[in-house]
């Protein structure tokens, strides 16, 4: 079956322009997740939805970065007045469960580079 | 907080060849797993092998064989018989199971970029 899709693949903006971000996850999944990976380093945690529970925002680096699921469907990561140190490559996941048993399957990210 | 350090930047081995790359972590929990993702160029995770904490038996899959020493906390990853398809960056990373923290968030360690000779 279809996998976790992003889009856009690649996303070049201006400082202070903002930017939105899609996740599609594999249809079913409960569970979404979303990571950044800055140039040569790990991914680092953002934010997690699960079903209709409120999200973990806590790795949400700024006020500038949102993110939205609407269900268990597809998720919106925004982010406003975009700064030369928010470019990344954005990763979302998705997961049957939250229950560590279950895997997270990855998307092919968004790179964002802001200029 | 959990850390995950990986100490080899980069890699490289022979195809045919054995190689292992490193992992250790830190923290103060009992119960957790671990994970190999590997990314290719083509920037999408794929998850190669997992260890529960609890299981003593270090886990395979196929070619790719972890040594999982607790006590040491270390996680290495050991790959046989090396493929050209095997060359991408490879992320070890911790899963808490503690049922009053962030028990599914992954965190990462920067990675070894592994390079497969002909």
């Known amino acids: 079956g279809a996998g976790v899709s992003q889009s856009p693949s690649n996303k070049v903006t201006e400082k202070g322009k903002d930017v939105e971000l899609r996740c599609d996850p594999i249809s079913g999944h409960t569970a979404l997740y979303w990571y950044r990976q800055r140039l040569g380093q790990g991914l680092e945690f953002l934010i997690y939805?699960?079903?209709?529970?409120?999200?973990?925002k806590s790795g949400l680096p700024s006020d500038r970065f949102s993110a939205e699921r609407t269900g268990e469907s597809v998720s919106t990561l925004t982010i406003q007045r975009t700064q030369q140190e928010d470019s990344a490559v954005y990763l979302c996941a998705s997961s049957l469960s939250q229950l560590a048993g279950y895997e997270q399957y990855f998307g092919p990210g968004t790179r964002l580079t802001v200029t | 907080a959990q850390t995950v350090t990986q100490s080899q930047p980069e890699m490289s081995v022979q195809e045919a060849e054995t190689v292992t790359l490193s992992c250790t972590y830190d923290t103060s929990e009992s119960d957790y797993y671990l994970f190999w993702y590997k990314q290719p160029p083509s920037r999408q995770m794929i998850l190669v092998i997992r260890q529960e904490a609890y299981k003593q038996q270090n886990a395979t899959e196929n070619r790719f064989s972890v040594n999982f020493q607790k006590a040491a906390k270390s996680f290495s990853l050991k790959i046989s018989d090396s493929q050209l398809g095997d060359a991408a960056m490879y992320f070890c990373a911790y899963r808490s199971l503690n049922s009053g923290g962030s028990n599914y968030k992954l965190t990462f360690g920067k990675g070894t970029l592994l390079t497969v000779n002909p």
């Open positions: 939805f699960q079903g209709n529970s409120a999200p973990d």
